[in-house]
């Protein structure tokens, strides 16, 4: 395992981590950034559309730890599982480059001895943990899979309409929207390191 400041991640011109995904010629401003409570989660908005193009949730992931002292995970296992899955830490992530590369939050893995993730079609692969930067709550992590890559957004303005994309409750990918409130938020006390985008969208915890 190696620190972030060995690897290469994508970083938004405020340096809170973003991403975007395009539609035909609509433009699609997004979000991305480490929450506290258990997700990882990224806010996607296309301005002319009325609905979140489907494909997004493809680069969206549910991050699923096996921390000690939990019942280990079954194999194969889903959102809807019952109370074993509700038992387990879950957590989110997001697709930032090429080669099955999953940015997520670093408190959710911290004291994991291994991770999984679960695919927006339902597939839980094994994932390999590549780099923590505990200062400002975000991991790496690689799975063997060809997933679509979220591209950082060109910018972000007050009032842009943005969703959340989520585990929220460890129920699996769920959406919730707003708009941005502010940027550059620091001194919030979530990380030592702070750059954040503030949003009127829930943003609710993991499990």
């Known amino acids: 395992m190696r620190s972030l400041k060995d690897t290469k991640v994508l970083r938004g011109s405020s340096g809170s981590t973003r991403s975007s995904h395009h539609l035909s010629q609509t433009s699609i401003l997004c979000l991305f950034l480490s929450a506290t409570l258990g997700l990882f989660l990224v806010g996607c ?14 680069s969206v992931v549910s991050v699923l730890p096996q921390w000690p002292g939990y019942p280990r995970r079954p194999a194969g296992s889903q959102a809807g599982d019952g109370a074993e899955r509700l038992e387990q830490p879950e957590g989110s992530g997001v697709v930032i480059a090429e080669g099955g590369i999953i940015a997520t939050a670093y408190h959710v893995i911290e004291p994991a001895t291994g991770v999984q993730v679960r695919l927006s079609d339902g597939r839980v692969l094994r994932a390999e943990r590549i780099g923590d930067d505990p200062a400002t709550d975000i991991s790496l992590l690689r799975v063997e899979a060809d997933l679509p890559v979220l591209e950082p957004a060109s910018s972000l303005a007050l009032a842009t309409p943005v969703c959340a994309v989520g585990n929220a409750f460890g129920l699996d990918l769920s959406v919730t929207c ?18 954040l985008v503030q949003t009127d969208a829930s943003v609710n915890p993991g499990a």
């Open 45 to 58: 908005y296309p301005q002319h559309a009325k609905a979140l193009p489907p494909e997004t949730l493809e």
């Open 178 to 195: 707003g708009v941005v409130s502010a940027l550059n938020r620091a001194g919030v006390g979530f990380n030592p390191i702070e750059d």
